[in-house]
């Protein structure tokens, strides 16, 4: 492993081990035994099959939109509209489905899958070409265009294809039994989505570490001048990167309504796309890194909700430990500098005071 | 204070950064009324050592004088105020200010709530006759030379009253010419003004030319100092790099095959602010030679490359890489028609400085067979055992192909660029600042590099601004000016104060008479 993979690997755990330990503090303060309410989350998320169950639900989630961050960010462009591309991506494969209800899955879900998934791709590629041909600045424009499509998606699930079943809210029709994604796991979230998130992260690992098209993105986002010089396409790379990126978006949005929901509700998402966006941010970008804090993440989020109602003690104790990680992160740079700095100039002290002696 | 007392003192003195001891223990001197060199190869700690003294980095062990008084608080601020004053490599001026705006600056005369102007360019104009050192106070920064803006940091400088000057590498930036001038006011506020001068140098002849005394750097420690009297550039090369270096055993083999691999016709290229930067250039490179292009800088060297190189756009004329029309190609599809580029700047050109040597040896042959599946998959044990072969063959000084190239001296990350260009085998290469700000080591192993390359009968283009490297490496030479070609030579043939004559323009007139 690279050092400079391993300090950051150190860093992380001991930012994860301070989170949890303030966390304690924080439960002895309000009068909790924190091994009590740790027990309840851990049991709560990975005791039962149900909180198995949820966790994988909320980590296939984080992990995939913190993977379209990530394949984005690659390339250079940092997309924060992936909020956006999801709800159109999830409408219009919903649009689709509905339309074509009674008809064979093995057309309607292929067909589906592609529509989500060009869908996000194309609302993301806007914003890309513009970047790349104007220069114009792609967090701004990503930004706003995710409330253009939120609120096209909710004005549409409202009026235009708004169902006429009764007691539902701004949804549209719903879809074929034949076209749901089935619950794995009865009482928990998780449905035959993780299955297609499984093909998809790997996919998108081994693209992003193991290609010479990742590999050329790579270099396109750390240096484009130096990407451009080497021959490398680089305003390609970076629109390539979008549409990935937007792609995987709307495809999760297609997962979140034929599974979980049965048809496009504008409720469906509580900005998903962000928390994966943070995550992304916290393992700069590196996929491996956001599998692996996607389940940490998915456990304290799902735990939590059981140490509340077993314990007692409110679940916003865990937004707070998720805080405070995310704040050690940030600042990890430059304690680190500091750190070695500080050990640079005690060993120079030591080596001194031996010559000293000698 | 009298002449020959001690000025600055350290005692000691240790700077340790993460992984680079930049100075180990060193104690030295440096007197009122001197003129001190400090040579020494690049990361061989002189500015570390004078960026202490002006207060920007801290010492780790060891402690400073000044006048007699110990350093207790390290800021550039402290530092002013004891009477010490730096000027760096690359100039801290406001280009859109004035210069006695510049000088003035944090110190600006006022009437009221007003900027006094006729009160900044009186003082600016009673500075000038102070010290001899012509400027106009009126001038903005943006539109005078290099050399006249070194003066206007020194003014600034003086005006702030420092009595102890640092010029750190002052000599870069200037033409042989401007040189002689900085020199002249070296010697003027020394003997006028009794100041200290303390100068940071790669360039020996001029350590031998301007200093009294002489001190070596090598590894972070001090190795020896001298009178410049007693010493000669011989000795002081060898007590750089610690073993005699023989710079001039280039071997050259003369098997020219006379095809032109490289043709410039009345090309004419825009810079970034939309100003003709080259403006009808014509040149032509045969293979199995170097042609060498003397100019000073800002004179269409750098757009001329780039239009070359399919990084900047070419407004007029033609530019054909063996034989075929390079306009409105991409710099990849250029490359493809057998040309690689060794740019000017390598941090942000050359390398991407986040990523690890092995990626920054690999780029531009990812897709090759022998290191991807299908152009696909990257096959990563061949692509490293590559790496590793091109590390050693390159004398790259690392930790090893893993290492962030970031982290490299300006030397290896200079040779991480040339051994994945120059191992690219094309027969075309194009060649800007090859070792700037690279020790001499460095140097030669590159200058070996590039005469392996000729001989192998690439077709060479050279830019560089160091006139000696030129001399050694150039078959022909040309010079330029205002983005035209002034003159063309054989650097036998011609005397470096005759180029520096024509590349400040001074025999465009002669040329147009030829």
Redesign the interface.
């Known amino acids: 492993m690279?050092?400079?993979t391993k300090n950051y690997l150190v860093s992380l755990s001991c930012a994860v081990l301070l989170a949890l330990l303030i966390g304690a503090v924080i439960m002895l303060i309000t009068g909790h035994n924190p091994l009590e309410g740790y027990g309840a989350l851990f049991t709560g998320a990975l005791g039962t099959p149900r909180g198995i169950g949820n966790t994988l639900y909320k980590a296939a989630q984080l992990c995939i939109t913190g993977l379209a961050t990530a394949v984005a960010a690659q390339a250079g462009i940092f997309n924060v509209g992936g909020e956006g591309q999801m709800f159109l991506g999830a409408l219009a494969a919903c649009w689709v489905g509905a339309s074509l209800n009674g008809q064979s899955p093995w057309l309607v879900i292929p067909l589906c899958l592609a529509v989500a998934a060009a869908t996000g791709a194309f609302y993301a590629w806007i914003p890309a070409v513009m970047k790349v041909k104007m220069g114009i600045s792609e967090v701004i424009t990503t930004i706003l265009m995710n409330t253009i499509a939120i609120k096209f998606c909710t004005y549409m699930a409202n009026g235009p294809l708004k169902t006429t079943e009764r007691g539902v809210n701004q949804g549209t029709a719903s879809l074929d039994k034949l076209f749901r994604f089935d619950k794995l796991i009865p009482g928990s979230n998780l449905t035959e989505t993780i299955f297609y998130i499984a093909v998809l992260t790997f996919l998108v690992w081994y693209l992003m570490t193991?290609?010479?098209?990742g590999?050329?993105m790579?270099?396109t986002g750390?240096?484009p001048?130096?990407?451009?010089?080497?021959?490398?396409?680089a305003e390609r790379l970076a629109i390539i990167g979008m549409l990935i990126s937007g792609a995987l978006c709307g495809l999760l949005g297609m997962f979140e309504c034929f599974g979980l929901q049965t048809r496009f509700k504008a409720d469906f998402s509580n900005e998903f796309y962000f928390d994966g966006m943070l995550v992304a941010m916290i393992m700069r970008y590196k996929p491996v890194g956001i599998i692996l804090m996607s389940l940490f993440f998915g456990v304290l989020k799902i735990g939590g909700i059981t140490m509340q109602s077993r314990t007692g003690i409110s679940s916003e104790l865990i937004l707070i430990v998720q805080s405070i990680i995310i704040f050690f992160m940030a600042a990890e740079d430059g304690v680190m500098?500091r750190l070695?700095?500080r050990r640079?100039?005690r060993?120079?002290?030591r080596s001194?005071g031996k010559d000293g002696e000698a | 204070m009298e002449k020959g007392e001690t000025m600055v003192s350290f005692r000691h003195v240790?700077m340790?950064?993460?992984?680079v001891?930049a100075n180990d223990?060193v104690s030295l001197d440096i007197r009122q009324g001197e003129v001190f060199a400090l040579v020494g190869e690049n990361g061989a700690g002189k500015s570390t050592l004078m960026n202490i003294l002006y207060g920007m980095n801290k010492p780790?062990?060891g402690e400073v004088y000044i006048k007699g008084q110990k350093m207790t608080e390290f800021s550039p601020k402290a530092a002013i105020a004891r009477g010490v004053g730096m000027v760096h490599q690359h100039f801290m001026l406001v280009p859109s200010f004035t210069v006695a705006q510049n000088i003035m600056l944090n110190n600006e005369p006022r009437r009221g709530i007003f900027y006094d102007f006729k009160a900044a360019n009186d003082t600016v104009n009673r500075l000038v006759a102070e010290y001899g050192l012509q400027v106009r106070p009126e001038d903005r920064v943006e539109d005078i030379s290099v050399g006249l803006q070194q003066r206007v940091e020194i003014l600034k400088t003086l005006h702030r009253g420092a009595d102890v000057l640092i010029l750190d590498e002052p000599t870069a930036v200037l033409t042989p010419q401007e040189t002689e001038e900085l020199f002249a006011v070296i010697r003027r506020i020394v003997a006028e003004r009794h100041m200290t001068i303390i100068i940071i140098t790669h360039k020996l002849y001029e350590v031998m030319e301007i200093s009294d005394r002489v001190g070596v750097m090598r590894q972070g420690k001090l190795v020896g100092v001298r009178n410049t009297a007693e010493v000669n550039e011989r000795i002081l090369a060898s007590m750089m790099v610690g073993k005699e270096v023989l710079l001039d055993a280039l071997e050259r083999v003369d098997d020219h095959d006379e095809t032109v691999a490289i043709e410039v016709e009345n090309l004419q290229v825009r810079d970034s602010r939309g100003l003709m930067a080259v403006n009808g250039l014509s040149l032509r490179v045969q293979r199995g030679e170097v042609l060498g292009i003397a100019g000073i800088e800002g004179n269409g060297q750098s757009e001329l490359i780039e239009a070359i190189?399919g990084?900047r756009p070419i407004h007029g004329g033609t530019v054909k890489i063996q034989g075929h029309d390079i306009r409105g190609l991409?710099?990849?599809?250029i490359?493809?028609l057998g040309l690689a580029?060794v740019?000017e700047d390598r941090l942000?050109?050359?390398?991407?400085?986040?990523?690890?040597i092995t990626?920054n040896l690999i780029?531009?042959k990812?897709?090759r067979p022998e290191f991807?599946l299908k152009?696909?998959?990257?096959k990563?044990r061949s692509i490293r055992r590559y790496a590793e072969e091109i590390f050693r063959k390159f004398d790259i000084r690392g930790a090893g192909v893993?290492t962030?190239t970031g982290d490299l001296s300006g030397g290896n990350m200079q040779k991480v660029v040339v051994a994945r260009e120059f191992s690219f085998d094309t027969p075309v290469l194009i060649i800007s600042q090859p070792t700037r700000g690279v020790d001499i080591g460095a140097m030669d192993f590159i200058h070996q590099q590039i005469i392996a390359k000729r001989n192998a009968s690439c077709a060479i283009l050279l830019v560089s601004a160091d006139l000696d490297e030129l001399y050694r490496l150039s078959d022909r030479m040309v010079t330029i000016y205002e983005g035209r070609i002034t003159g063309e030579f054989l650097p036998d043939s011609i005397e470096k104060t005759e180029i520096s004559y024509y590349m400040t323009g001074g025999g465009s007139r002669k040329e147009a008479a030829r």
Request: aromatic share 6%.
């Open positions: 690279k050092k400079e193991r290609t010479t098209a590999f050329e790579k270099l750390q240096n001048r130096f990407a451009k010089f080497s021959g490398i396409r500098q070695r700095l640079a100039a060993g120079l002290v001194a | 240790s340790q950064f993460p992984g001891l223990d780790t062990g190189t990084m991409s710099p990849g599809q490359r493809a580029h740019p942000s050109t050359g390398v991407s400085a986040k990523a690890d990626d780029v531009g990812e897709k991807s152009r696909v998959h990257m990563r893993d962030l």
